[in-house]
């Protein structure tokens, strides 16, 4: 058990093991032992908001580069409301998020959170492996110690720890009209683009009035196969919603247009919209299917819960950052830079072998020997 508990707390430390993940070159070199702020007296070493910025750098350029293919020109842009670029903006989050940290830390034994034997041999060999697996210039340019790293991957471990005990305290509760979910199918018929003639608007109206007789003559049917049948570019979906419309729901908080849920919460379980429903967008035939889904009112509750709960956390932990004292450095933050051609970057994880369940449960042993 302990060789399981160390393999996982390693696991959930590893978000700053990077070898060599310096790509680039600093334009000012940092003194990581300056310090940048002070959290109720406690110091907090520029060499820490080094490390965590860099590694928030690296996540959000991957996020980028995943769904825009690159993640150039993300940090030098202008922010028109502040006039900040992002990447000043970037640095003074990434301090405040470590200054929450301290607060967590000083918060912790309220919530009986502690940092155990376990996760302090984890967390010691972590940081020496981060040491030894980056170069002398990338340790340089990040101006951070082996301390330093203990100290961020400690803070990070209460962190993580401190999140459920506190959300605990929110005690929420999830209402039926909140979380009730229906479920429907759906054909749209498009009359988006600016191709489209008047004719063949007119044309797609009269399908997608086809589709809904059809339909209705068979409600219980395929209504893909029915959509097909008209024409082959056409198909079913289904969908869910909130049963009941809530006071501050409007068409933007929903997947779907609002005539279409005007449409449907009018239903019975099986019936189908009697007429065409026209949008912006298209005509839409809908179907009823359950009036009461249970899986996804399951799925709904428990998101709802998840968010509230996460919304006390938050709300509580801003006012204790609010409540703190806190001084900041400008001077010395102002050395910590995120620019678009200063960059760190994690490399490609080499594909680990596979191993047999012997081979494996041979390793899971040896640790455990640990």
């Known amino acids: 058990m302990k060789g399981i508990v160390k393999r996982t707390a390693v696991t959930a430390l590893a978000g700053v093991m990077a070898a060599g993940m310096l790509t680039g070159c600093g334009s000012k070199t940092l003194d990581g032992s300056q310090t940048v702020a002070t959290v109720d007296g406690t110091d907090i070493p520029l060499g820490i908001v080094s490390l965590y910025a860099r590694e928030q750098q690296m996540q959000t350029a991957a996020m980028y580069a995943s769904y825009l293919g690159s993640a150039a020109e993300i940090w030098d842009q202008k922010d028109d409301d502040t006039g900040e670029t992002y990447g000043q903006k970037a640095v003074s989050e990434t301090l405040k998020s470590v200054e929450l940290m301290y607060v967590l830390k000083e918060k912790a034994p309220d919530y009986k959170v502690e940092v155990t034997a376990d996760d302090e041999k984890a967390i010691e060999e972590a940081a020496s492996e981060f ?24 803070l990070q471990t209460i962190q993580q720890k401190i999140y459920n005990p506190i959300k605990a ?31 063949d608007k007119k044309k797609k109206k009269e399908q997608a009035q086809q589709i809904l007789d059809k339909v209705k003559a068979d409600p219980s049917g395929d209504m893909d196969e029915i959509a097909k049948g008209v024409d082959d570019s056409y198909s079913a979906l289904t969908g869910t919603f909130t049963t009941k419309k809530s006071d501050d729901e409007d068409s933007e908080s929903s997947a779907y247009p609002e005539e279409v849920l005007d449409v449907l919460r009018g239903l019975k379980e099986g019936e ?99």
């Open 131 to 154: 040491m030894a697996a980056n170069s002398e210039e990338t340790i340089k340019e990040l101006s951070v110690t082996e301390d330093q790293v203990k100290t961020l991957l400690e």
């Open 272 to 370: 189908v919209g009697s007429d065409l429903i026209e949008t912006d967008t298209g005509y839409y035939i809908v179907r009823l299917d359950k009036e009461l889904d249970e899986d996804a009112t399951k799925t709904k509750r428990d998101s709802i819960k998840e968010s509230k709960e996460y919304d006390y956390y938050k709300e509580t932990t801003d006012k204790w950052l609010d409540d703190a004292e806190v001084k900041e450095y400008k001077k010395v933050l102002k050395t910590l830079t995120i620019t678009d051609k200063h960059t760190f970057t994690a490399p490609t994880p080499t594909p680990v072998p596979e191993t047999t369940e012997t081979e494996t449960t041979e390793v899971e042993t040896t640790e455990e020997e640990k």
């Open 169 to 199: 305290e929110a005690n929420v509760t999830v209402t039926d009209d909140e979380a009730n979910q229906s479920a429907f199918t759906y054909v749209s018929v498009s009359t988006s683009g600016d191709d489209l003639t008047d004719d």
